[in-house]
């Protein structure tokens, strides 16, 4: 068995995965970001303890938000949501106590590798997965593998600058869009998500539509200029408000056509992330055994 461990900013979810990258066991724990990277770190040892105590362990998968130098382990960069988390070395920390195995990936790559290897984009020649939520994170698998860059920060695309110099998860994520309809409708931001922002916008609300339309009009935009770039078969789009895709899928596949050449458009296809909430666990064990 390995052990499967997804750390976010709100929830750590870890698990077990057998020889066949079944998830055979699923558990959540609160991340408590405020605490620091410290308690993190504490928290995937304890985790790992739980394990190795149990049962035989091959080996540990951590998928983990920030920056991540694959070969070491260590946390180059990460948000300050998460204080103190830059540095911390959770493959060290593993290894060093237990004395088994451990990889860990930034969290976008591993549910883009899981997206390649099992979910939406299994089978492509390349494929280009992105996250859209509070920010939007990229990753690029090509042959089946993740594109990292020379210091391991390849395809960072929510920093990319779309329009008069701001970042493209500015004005494109799901949290763009709320604070749009919220300043629109001169109320708290805390009384809008991106759920009630489609509700009212399908029950007509005109200031909820135009919204959308323009986060779907930027994401267009962001999607068309990394396809020029990368020309990848599929671009595979993630995150909550991705499971909009009833409303989402047709506004952003006419989005595409407008900024798309057509001989760059018919070779791109527009999927949506198959995995859910285990694709982060899932890529955190594809990592491991492409290593291992």
Known sequence: MYIAIDIGGTAIKYGLVDENGVLTERNE??????????????????????????????GVGISSAGMVDCETGRIIFANPLIPAYTGINHKEAVEARFHIPCEVENDVNCAGLAEGVAGAAKGTHSAVVMTVGTGIGGCLIADGRVYHGFSHSAFEVGYMHIDK?????????????????????????????????????????????????????????????????????????????????????????????????????????LAFAALGNDAGMLGAYYNFRARH
């Open 29 to 58: 724990i609160a991340t408590e970001a405020q605490l620091g990277g410290a308690s993190i770190r504490d928290k995937v040892l304890g985790i790992v303890e739980h394990y190795v105590a149990r049962q035989e362990i091959k």
């Open 165 to 269: 110099g701001e970042r493209f998860e500015r004005q494109g994520a799901a949290s763009a869009m709320v604070e749009r309809v919220a300043e629109a409708k001169s109320e708290p931001v805390s009384e809008w998500n991106g759920k009630r922002v489609f509700s009212q916008a399908q029950a007509g609300d005109a200031i909820c539509q135009e919204a959308i339309d323009n986060m779907v009009d930027v994401l267009a935009r962001g999607i068309a200029n990394v396809c020029y770039i990368i020309n990848p078969e599929v671009v595979v789009l993630g995150g909550g408000i991705m499971a909009q895709q009833e409303y989402l899928a047709p506004r952003l596949n006419e989005a595409l056509d407008r900024y798309l050449v057509e001989s760059v458009r018919k070779h791109t296809k």
